[in-house]
Every structure is written in C-alpha cells, then in structure tokens.
C-alpha cells in the first residue's frame, strides 16, 4: 500500500456515534471518511471529511458517497443491502461486509438458522407467523419465551417476553410483521467478542461482560468474571460465528454464559458494537481503528488488552424529548483515567444513547469489580435534567 | 459546566498537524473545532468543524474565527499577537494562552531575559546587532556558539553554529534581522516537559528525552535515560517556566540535561509540541486532549505514564518538493503496539515533518533501549521515494 494526501476514502452509510468514533479513528491512519445519513449535520460530522444527507435505501446518495470512496461500510443494520450492492456493482467500489452479511443479519430468524446450520449453539428458536404458532411454540419451548421481531429491532426495541399463555395474543400483535419466539435462556452473565475479519485474517478482541437493563447495554467489562475456560469457548464460538460471516470487518458478537457454564449465540451485529467501546482506552487498536483498517485492506492491529477497563453508558433521563444538555461531566473530567465520550446528538429522550464513560484500571490487575462500582458511580453523576 | 449539541468551539489559529490532532482530541470531549489557516484544506481539516482560509495576521478572518468561537487558541507562535488580542476583545472571546505569552516567546531574546529574570537556568547568552557585537560575544562565550534569529525561526532554522572567529561574518550575514547568541552547551542528552496550565491548576507531564539531529526532533523516549534526579529538577524547571507564561495551556519546555547533571532551559513552544506527541498512547490524556481542556477551562486530566513509548518522526526524504506518497507502512501498521499518525500533508519536501510513530513498552519496564531501537528501525522502513 502507499499513503497519499488525501488518502484513501472510506464511504460510511450511517452518521450516528459509531460514525463519529470510526472518523476519530481513521485520521491517524490517513484514511478519509466520508458518511450519509438521513438526519443533517449527524453525530460523526464532526469528525468526518464530509457528512451527505439521504435516508438508508437512497440509491442516488449512495452512488455519490461511493463515487468518492475507494470502499463503502455501514454503521447501522437499517442499510438497505440491495441498494447498496448495486450501488457497489455500479461503481466497482468493495462493499465491507458483504450484503448478504447484512441480509443474513437483518432478518433474525434466517440468521439463527444460518448460524445453527453452521454448528454455533444457539438458544431454541421458532419462526412464528400468528398467534396460534406463537402459543404452539411456546408449548414446546415453555414459558418465558421472548417473541422478537424478525426485521427492524435494537436496543431491545422488537423484543417482547411472553411470560405466560395470557400474554401469546397480546404480544404477537405488539410485534408488527413476521416474527420468531426464542426459549428463555438461563444465564449467569451475557458476554461480548469484538471479532474481526481481515484480508485473509481472522481475530478476535478480549471477551467482555455486558450488563443490560431493560436490554439496553448499561456496563461493559473487560475481562469478565467468567472462567478461563468459559472464555476459551467463548472464543471459539465467535469463531465459528466469524466463518459464517462474509466480508472484511469488525463484528459484535453477543454472547450468553448459560448457569451450566454454556456458550449460546444471541445476536451479532455486522460493526463495531457498543459492547467494544471500551477497546478505545482499553487495547492497543480500538475496535473503530481495527474497523478501518479491516475493511480498508489494512492488516489488522493487535487485539491485546492494556489494562483491565469498564465503560458505562450515557443514556437519556428525561422523560420528555427536549434539547441535550448534560450537566455533572465535571465528575468524569476530574477522575484520573476516566474518559467522557460525548456523541454530539442534538437531542435527548428516555434510554437514548449520548455518550459514554470509560475508566482504565491498573495494568496487570484482574479485578474489575471496584471499577465497575466507580464508573457506575461516575456515570450516576451525570443527568439531563436540567 | 453543562455539555450542550453542539458544544463548545474551540478557535484555533493554525491547521497543521497540531490542529489536526487537537480535532481529534476535542471531539470524545464534545467540543466542536474550528481552524484558520492561509492553506487551503490544510491537515487539520477532515478531523476538524471548518478549516477557515486566512493569514496569521487577517483581522478579518480571525473575527469570523471568534464570532464562532467560544476560546480562542493558536497551534503555530507565527499567530500575530496584536491582532490575535484585538479581535479577542472586540468580540469578548477569552484567547489562551495570553498574547504576551506569544510576545514573550516570539523573540527568543525577550525569552531568555525574561526567564533568566525568574531564575529560571538558562544558558549564557547575549543579543547582538552586529558582526562586530557577534565577535565580541563569541570572545566572552567562547567557540563555539549558536547564533539564533530572535523571531521566526522553528526546527533549527534561524540557527546557525559560530564554529570560530572566521564563521562570525557570514554567520551573521545569513541572519536576517536582529539575532542573539548563546554559548555551546556541553550537553548529555536533550530533555522535554509538557507543561499544564488549567484554571488555578498546574501539572507538567512525564519528562521525556529527545533526539535531534539537523536540530529536528528524530526520536522522544519516555521516560529518558536521565536520573531520578535529574528529572526531579527538570520538573523543578518546567514549574518555574509555568510560573512565567500567562495564560491557560500546555507548553512544550526544551531542556538541556549538561554533562555536570545541570538542567539549562533551551526554548518553550506556547502549544503542543512534537516532543510530546508519545502522550496519545503513552498517557491517560493525550497533551492534545489536556489543551483542550485546558484552554476551555475544563479539569485538566491526569499526566500519568501508561507505559514506556517511543516516538519517531516521519520526515520527508526527497530532494525535490512533490507529492507525497509514502511507502512501507504496512511494516508500521503489521507491528503490535505501533501506531501511525499520519499528518494528510499534500506535498513533501527534505526534512518535513509528514507523520510519526510511537510505539508502546511494556507496562512497568522501563529499558527503551529496545524499544527505540525498533521504532527506528519502523520508521527507517518508510519512504516518500517513489
């Protein structure tokens, strides 16, 4: 490869935090990146070349971002793949990951099947397209189950739990569109691998703990309290999810550590993942540098974790949507080693992700409990009530 | 202080590699960045809000610069200081550090006095306006000496050595306009201190040794191979030069270790400096992210170490001004723990400053011998000759 000025332009679709983090990290490495986004003046404009306005199927903005990128990614599933793999066709511009990735992956359902066919243990799971198949499904897979929404769902939007035979009718008209029940999963945490496709190339990040609340990442921890060995086949599952995966890049890999001390697939998301922002203090190369320089054609960074590190989330505490202004950063800004990570969104409502908090521990120390309690702490701190 | 969308602005004068680091620095932080700049899309600009077109001394672009701006600050001492301070007041927009401080430091000669006058150890020196006065300096200072422009010169430009007597006509007839002199420091190694200023706050950064050759910066090493002692009374220096600069902000101070173990000041730069650029992965807060906050009156961040980290300058290697093209990165970018930045200069030019590398130790070691010696061999890896 050759480094020129400019250098070489990453296309993004999508201009949201994970845009903004990924044009922090491509300056350093001299790539460019320029975004589309439906909503003017996105989160990443400011760190990014150029930001283009255009919703996610918008074939005519599409071809211009490609027309000045030397490849294209996408930092949202909502991406319309068809629009995007004719618009990579059109313009002989790669596309990273691949489109079928994103199609896989969009619909819940065939991307539990593909991954089942392919060996990864999953939870139990059903296609269910009325009530009747919800509540014969349920049947088999006992109560709770959890209906989710095959297309459309994040942050746990599109998932309902059904807990009782009361709650089939309700619940399946809740979710509008085709939809799939999965088996109650009793587990002792949830875990997260930041895995990486390279050119010819294959890695993956530490394995991290993830604590939801209202299935909304609050706390991530690296490392986890899980054992070595449940790591190790942590690991190995996110290998075998990474093979079925097509396309250069970062992908966030959900995990759940059943109480048998099992490893079961839950979600992926073909990008980087709320769940490896800590990598940025935390590893050598940040899960957005690795991004970069994965789907670029880069070779990829180590993945070695420098200290123990916690991140907690910033979300919205107001109940009425209303200009974003955060008040107590104060709080972050003064700890040693804690870092703020302020997305730039203009606006806040209830459970909206602003921004983040990451605390760095000792190098060399394992235990992360005291940190997880300060970053909590830190992050209790901070509020948009005015 | 309340964090707002968009936040904060910070103005800079100048959009060069240190601008551009700033913007990189100031986006985790929520505040926006804006450059002026007399090249058009300068370094700064794909990591920054705008890039404004403007001379150092255009009144009128560094009024626009602050009508957007909530504080203003320069990344190059060029800035003219009378104009700088005017338009800070006429639009009520702080400046920092304070345009005396600019004043101060732009004439080395007005420099030294002014720090020799607060005890600050400095070595000898004298101004001089004419060959005649230059011989009669050098017959008190002794051969050999360095006669130095009192304004404008940077990376040894302005500085020429007075081997002997026969050296003082054309030496200070290379000199344009009013110069100085110092006598030979027998030095035995060069140190460097970023310095804090914060709001009622004062910290310097972890002292680092720096190697020059052509008197550019090639290489920093933190922590340097001087004593426990020695660094002791660098820190001493650094907080006596703080003492000195008015104005919020980080401060790069030159240091001379002498072969008697002495520290003697050799210059201050009223910004971030390249000898602190190993800040970005070797500290919890970059020097970058700690002007920032700084100069926007936020906490300053801890200077703690990470980890022992070498840097080493990427400088043109041609002849000839042209493109620029750099080749052999990907030895840079296949090495754990190595991280290029790279500066998106169009044109390279013998000696100019177009990237670096730093490399990161072992948390808790401290031999940089190896570790410099690899960041130089990364480094010797890489070249513009096509």
Chains 1, 2 share one sequence.
Not at 129 to 141: R, T, Y
Not at 167 to 181: C, K, L, N, R, T
């Amino acid at each position: 490869m050759t480094l020129t000025s400019p250098g070489p332009t990453l296309g993004v679709v999508g201009g949201g935090q994970l845009g903004r983090m990924l044009g922090e990290a491509a300056a350093p490495l001299g790539v460019e990146v320029v975004v589309t986004d439906p909503t003017p003046d996105p989160p990443a404009a400011p760190t990014v070349r150029d930001a283009l306005l255009g919703e996610w199927d918008d074939e005519s903005t599409f071809r211009t971002l490609a027309e000045r990128a030397d490849v294209l990614t996408f930092e949202i599933e909502l991406t319309d793949p068809d629009t995007l793999e004719r618009v990579s066709e059109a313009t002989d511009t790669p596309v990273h990951p691949h489109p079928d990735t994103l199609r896989l992956i969009q619909d819940k359902y065939v991307q539990k099947e593909a991954l089942a066919d392919a060996g990864v243990p999953v939870p139990d799971y059903r296609a269910v397209d009325s009530a009747d198949e919800l509540a014969a499904a349920c049947d088999e897979l006992g109560y709770p189950a959890m209906l989710k929404a095959r297309e459309g769902g994040y942050d746990g939007r599109g998932n309902i739990p059904v807990e009782s035979p009361d709650d089939v009718e309700s619940a399946f008209e809740a979710i509008e569109g085709p939809a799939m029940v999965e088996g109650f999963v009793d587990f002792e945490r949830e875990l997260a691998i930041m895995g990486c496709l390279g050119d010819d190339a294959i890695d993956t990040f530490p394995v991290t703990e993830t604590i939801h609340r209202e299935e909304i990442l609050r706390e991530s921890v690296s490392p986890p309290g899980a054992s070595a060995a449940v790591r190790e086949q942590a690991r190995e599952v996110a290998r075998d999810v990474l093979d079925v995966m097509s396309g250069r890049g970062v992908y966030g890999i959900e995990l759940f550590e059943t109480t048998d001390g099992e490893i079961l697939l839950n979600e992926i998301a073909p990008r980087p993942h709320n769940s490896g922002h800590w990598t940025i203090e935390g590893c050598h190369t940040s899960q957005f540098e690795q991004h970069v320089r994965a789907v670029m054609g880069m070779p990829l960074g180590t993945t070695e974790r420098r200290a123990p590190t916690v991140s907690a989330n910033i979300l919205g505490d107001v109940d009425e949507r209303q200009p974003a202004a955060l008040s107590g950063e104060n709080g972050v800004l003064e700890t040693p080693r804690a870092h703020l990570h302020w997305y730039g969104k203009r606006e806040v409502y209830r459970l909206r992700k602003m921004g983040h908090v990451t605390l760095v521990g000792e190098s060399g120390s394992v235990d992360t409990d005291a940190l997880l309690e300060e970053v909590r702490a830190l992050r209790d701190g901070l509020t948009f009530q005015g």
